[in-house]
């Protein structure tokens, strides 16, 4: 879990024990370095090893993110990206998966400054590179969920932006990359969102929390695919 203290933000890592209460792992609490305000967090394994690593999204006004590496006796805090790698400020949340089809994990991260996307293709050692430009959404986009919406077989992302009151539809092609962002209207401020099938009729749906309203929007899902 991530802990968000401003510039100074750790990531810990609890053991269960059996009995349902937990500890710190060895090498937890993991020090994100200075100016780093951890917030989002997903595990994958990225340096092919069968072991879960993690991903930690930066909220901070800067453009660096950090992968954490599970070497069983601690956690491994590797070097920060930099900015030639990393595109634009607070890249806040972070999706893990084959986003590109060939077996070995990347993640995306939004970029909650930047009002973007970004796709890393991972190569299997932990290190990761940026083969695509940038994708544009919203203003402050604070929150994604990841799912097939249209049933292709491919991942794809919804982006709500907290700052424009709607939210962008990423349909992803299997390649890393994704068609052109679908802008759906909400009008609200959402700070919440969970892809599932709510109608029972095996399409994904979208569920949005409303931050200014107290409420929940349901997208249903009509299409065909």
């Given at each position: 879990m991530t802990n968000q203290a401003a510039g100074t933000g750790t990531v810990s890592i609890l053991r269960q024990s059996g009995n349902m209460t937990y500890a710190p792992m060895a090498g937890s609490p993991v020090a994100m370095g200075a100016g780093y305000t951890s917030y989002g967090i997903d595990v994958a394994d990225f340096n092919g090893d069968k072991r879960a690593d993690l991903?930690?999204?930066?909220?901070?006004?800067n453009t660096n993110l950090r992968i954490?590496?599970?070497?069983?006796?601690?956690?491994?805090?590797?070097?920060?990206?930099?900015?030639?790698?990393?595109?634009?400020?607070?890249?806040?949340?972070?999706?893990?998966?084959?986003?590109?089809?060939?077996?070995?994990m990347d993640f995306v991260s939004v970029n909650r400054n930047g009002g973007n996307v970004t796709f890393y293709k991972g190569n299997d050692t932990g290190v990761f590179t940026r083969p695509n430009a940038n994708i544009a959404v919203g203003t402050f986009p604070e929150i994604a969920a990841m799912g097939d919406l249209n049933r292709d077989g491919f991942m794809d992302l919804v982006v709500p932006n907290f700052g424009s009151n709607n939210a962008h539809l990423l349909?992803?092609?299997?390649?890393?990359?994704?068609?052109?962002?679908?802008?759906?209207?909400?009008?609200?401020?959402?700070?919440?969102?969970?892809?599932?099938?709510?109608n029972n009729d095996g399409r994904p749906d979208v569920a949005l929390s409303a931050f200014n309203a107290g409420n929940i929007q349901i997208f249903r899902n009509t299409g065909t695919n």
């Amino acid at each position: 879990m991530t802990n968000q203290a401003a510039g100074t933000g750790t990531v810990s890592i609890l053991r269960q024990s059996g009995n349902m209460t937990y500890a710190p792992m060895a090498g937890s609490p993991v020090a994100m370095g200075a100016g780093y305000t951890s917030y989002g967090i997903d595990v994958a394994d990225f340096n092919g090893d069968k072991r879960a690593d993690l991903v930690v999204g930066n909220v901070a006004n800067n453009t660096n993110l950090r992968i954490i590496l599970n070497n069983v006796a601690s956690w491994a805090a590797q070097p920060l990206f930099g900015a030639t790698i990393l595109p634009g400020a607070g890249p806040n949340v972070v999706k893990a998966g084959d986003w590109d089809g060939d077996g070995k994990m990347d993640f995306v991260s939004v970029n909650r400054n930047g009002g973007n996307v970004t796709f890393y293709k991972g190569n299997d050692t932990g290190v990761f590179t940026r083969p695509n430009a940038n994708i544009a959404v919203g203003t402050f986009p604070e929150i994604a969920a990841m799912g097939d919406l249209n049933r292709d077989g491919f991942m794809d992302l919804v982006v709500p932006n907290f700052g424009s009151n709607n939210a962008h539809l990423l349909i992803g092609r299997g390649d890393g990359t994704f068609n052109a962002p679908v802008m759906v209207a909400t009008g609200l401020q959402t700070n919440g969102v969970a892809i599932g099938d709510y109608n029972n009729d095996g399409r994904p749906d979208v569920a949005l929390s409303a931050f200014n309203a107290g409420n929940i929007q349901i997208f249903r899902n009509t299409g065909t695919n």
